[in-house]
């Protein structure tokens, strides 16, 4: 049965291996069970699911997780908490663990073996300073999954949901939201973590798309108008392009794709939707392929 949810039980297991939580690692353990309950719910995870939790700490989670997916594999970065979490999920039979970078791991090929290719989901709680790499490298790499439930620091999930014109706005709205249905699903005071963090967190979950929702010729050309986009936020589109550098048009040819696109010429990258985005990166990519 799940007991780590319990601070007092938590408390226990970290005493008892003497455990100091390493900054580096952005470690905040999860001490309530409620909060705990809403995640296992959210990620809709059944008997028949293998599932990927990316830091499973002491285990907290992954004790959910054991408890109501087919098989788990948590891959945890911190060797100081390997022999721990052996010890908290020894009743367990259906998880393995990996003391291991996600960033280095070949899910596709562990999708393949364990889930004979079909889509997974994946769990975390992830530190603010490694949100962004691990999200676009479950993306980027097309690793099959069918959703991903994580923890986030609050500003994080705003900004991935969010649309055109707000202040959170950025690359990174558009790129989960090319990939992925995102939906803050919980908002996570500090109070429910130990040791507390500074800032508030929320539960987003990114249920990802069989195709995306826009039409792009390039994709690697569709995230670098964006990103040029965003590179210089408070200048205009059309600066943005032309400064980017990855981009080998003319400032006249850039303002006819922009002028083709539909808006004015002094509109800046915020304000423009991804179907917008998809539609201008096209405009260009047929602009380089047209000399």
């Known amino acids: ?6 601070p007092k039980n938590t408390i226990e297991v970290l005493q008892k291996y003497n455990f100091n939580f390493q900054k580096k690692f952005g470690q905040n353990f999860l001490i ?5 309950e809403d995640i296992i719910e959210a990620s809709e995870i059944t008997k028949d699911d293998f599932v990927v939790e990316i830091g499973p700490g002491i285990g907290t989670m992954t004790q959910y997780l054991c408890e109501n997916a087919r098989e788990v594999l948590a891959v945890e970065i911190d060797t100081n908490l390997i022999p721990i979490l052996k010890d908290t999920l020894k009743e367990y039979d259906n998880v393995e663990v990996i003391n291991q970078d996600i960033l280095k791991v070949d899910i596709n090929k562990i999708a393949e073996e364990k889930n004979n290719g079909r889509p997974i989901k994946v769990v975390a709680n992830l530190p603010y300073y490694i949100t962004t790499p691990i999200i676009m490298g479950l993306f980027e790499s097309h690793v099959p999954v069918e959703s991903i439930t994580i923890m986030v620091q609050k500003e994080v999930a705003d900004r991935m949901q969010t649309g055109p014109g707000s202040k959170d706005y950025g690359a990174l709205s558009l790129a989960v939201q090319y990939y992925s249905n995102p939906k803050i699903v919980l908002n996570v005071p500090p109070s429910c973590f130990m040791p507390q963090p500074k800032v508030g967190s929320a539960v987003i979950k990114l249920t990802c798309h069989e195709n995306p ?5 390039d994709e690697k050309m569709l995230f670098k108008v964006i990103r040029a986009s965003f590179n210089q936020r408070r200048k205009t589109l059309a ?4 400064n980017y550098g990855g981009i ?3 400032k006249e040819q850039i303002q006819e794709s922009i002028e083709e696109l539909g808006v004015e010429l002094n509109i800046r990258g915020e304000k423009l939707s991804l179907e917008q985005f998809a539609k201008l990166s096209n405009i ?3 602009k380089l392929k047209e000399g």
């Open 248 to 250: 080998p048009l003319s």
């Open 284 to 286: 260009i990519n047929r």
């Open 239 to 242: 600066n943005g392009l032309k």
């Open 32 to 36: 309530n069970t409620g909060v705990l």
């Open 213 to 217: 929702p826009v039409e792009v010729d």
């Open 1 to 6: 049965m799940a007991t780590l949810g319990n």
